[in-house]
């Protein structure tokens, strides 16, 4: 939880995209407005933040206590010298400059009165909303366990690897794309629930990844997932970019980045994670960009058109254990960014090459993604909020000592091949085969030794 302790911390000190420099001006004078919406919180506090964001043309009284204890028509004034006023005129006019209605608004942990001449329920709706923000805040805080997140809330993950081009790049593709779909369903969730769309097929895949049987897995999933559930689709392989549209190359028909965020706008869960690990994905961010969805791309923009090696990096974390950041027995969307761009930067530094690939993640619906999401670059906390897989009570991923050991030496072998590709211009021919073959022969080996090992 420290991600969010440390974005929650500065929720009163900065803004936040929300609220703005008047609303805190009125916050440190404590001078009564008319017409406006007055919470007891400190000025600095999360709750305060809170009410700002959600309540415009508020005022705090710093330390005080509201004139009522519930939500009454009462006439009362607002309070003044540090106290709350108790009572009004007889005549019912008002008293210290209060005006004639007054509403108080008691809740644990967020105090508040209203006042103006206006109809009860106005000021039902203004503390709905207030309420509604701090329970937000608590579950963000962890006064609310992360997975109670919706009442029985399930997550759907959608895999879709497409097509490879060669022998070498269909391996690493159909790979990552086997081993995704094998950590997320080891996590404990129900096979009917993690979809591997590819574009060969073999056990475990559910059906090719073409535009018609995407088409159709949506059209399942917008009848069955629920508002409270989360989904999840990852998108694996070659993208490009043309400067107007990012397509995912698939058998077939290619989707454009529009075309996958109008499948995905079908989807009725409020929180939505794309991880999209191709080429030139980040010519998709505006496209899939949404409330309530986190969106990560392998690259910064559309124009870092190389192989991305994100995907293997970030299916790693999934896998080890190293990826809990917080120790919570959860690995998060916001852990698994930051473990795999970690790893991406190691890779290209060990082969001393100028990385091609800049991931982003983005998770407010709206402006740039960001390399090092923070509370200061104001991304990553609802990321920080959706647990991936779950490493305990007894739903952990395979993770002896003999398959951390292979997996190891799975991701050596993938980085040697994408050393010798790099190395293809300056070599005879015949070697370049000889060792390319040889690689992907350790390489399969590997593999059938890993899928041994985690059928145990």
């Known amino acids: 939880m420290g991600f969010e302790k440390e974005m929650a911390d500065n929720l009163g000190n900065r803004e936040w995209g929300m609220g703005n420099r008047e609303h805190q001006r009125r916050a440190r004078s404590c001078e009564p407005q008319m017409g406006s919406v007055s919470v007891c919180a400190d000025a600095g506090s999360p709750i305060f933040s809170l009410a700002q964001a959600f309540t415009p043309g ?46 108080g608004i008691a809740h644990p942990g967020l105090k508040a009165w209203a006042t103006e001449n206006k109809p009860l329920r106005h000021y039902r709706r203004i503390t709905s909303l207030v309420m509604a923000a701090g329970v937000v805040f608590l579950a963000m805080a962890g006064a609310v366990p992360a997975r109670a997140q919706s009442a029985e809330g399930v997550s759907y993950a959608v895999v879709v690897t497409g097509l490879g081009g060669d022998a070498t790049y269909e391996k690493l593709i159909q790979g990552w794309g086997k081993d995704l779909a094998t950590a997320l369903r080891k996590d404990g969730a129900a096979a009917g629930r993690v979809f591997w769309l590819a574009a060969k097929k073999e056990e475990g895949v559910h059906a090719d990844s073409r535009r018609e049987e995407i088409v159709k897995l949506f059209d399942q999933l917008a009848a069955r997932v629920r508002p409270g559930d989360v989904f999840e689709l990852f998108l694996i392989g070659h993208g490009s970019y043309d400067d107007y549209d990012y397509r995912l190359s698939i058998p077939g028909g290619d989707l454009t980045a529009a075309q996958w965020a109008e499948q995905l706008n079908r989807i009725r869960a409020e929180k939505q994670v794309v991880v999209n690990m191709t080429s030139a994905s980040g010519g998709s961010l505006a496209a899939l960009q949404r409330k309530g969805r986190v969106v990560i791309t392998s690259t910064t923009a559309g124009r870092e058109r190389n ?55 983005e998770d407010r619906g709206e402006g740039e993604g960001v390399r090092e999401p923070s509370p200061q670059t104001g ?78």
């Open 307 to 361: 192989f991305s090696v994100f995907a293997r990096y970030f299916v790693a974390a999934l896998q080890d254990a190293a990826a809990d950041a917080d120790k919570n027995q959860e690995i998060s969307a916001l852990e698994a960014f930051r473990f795999a761009t970690r790893e991406v930067t190691r890779f290209y530094d060990s082969m001393k090459r100028l990385a091609t690939e800049h991931p982003i993640l």
């Open 379 to 456: 991304q990553g906390l609802l990321a920080s909020s959706v647990a991936l897989v779950h490493l305990g009570g007894g739903q952990t991923v395979a993770d002896t000592p003999p398959v951390r050991e292979l997996r190891a030496k799975k991701r050596k072998v993938e980085e040697g091949i994408e050393q010798l590709k790099y190395r293809k211009a300056s070599m005879d021919t015949e070697e370049y085969a000889k060792e390319l073959e040889k690689l992907l022969l350790d390489l399969s080996q590997t593999q059938l030794q890993l899928d041994d090992l985690e059928k145990q």
């Open 58 to 103: 508020f005022v705090c009284h710093q330390n005080q206590q509201p004139p009522l204890g519930g939500l009454d028509r009462q006439r009362a004034a607002p309070p003044q010298d540090g106290l709350p006023s108790e009572a009004s005129a007889q005549d019912g006019s008002p008293v210290n400059g209060a005006p004639k209605e007054s509403v």
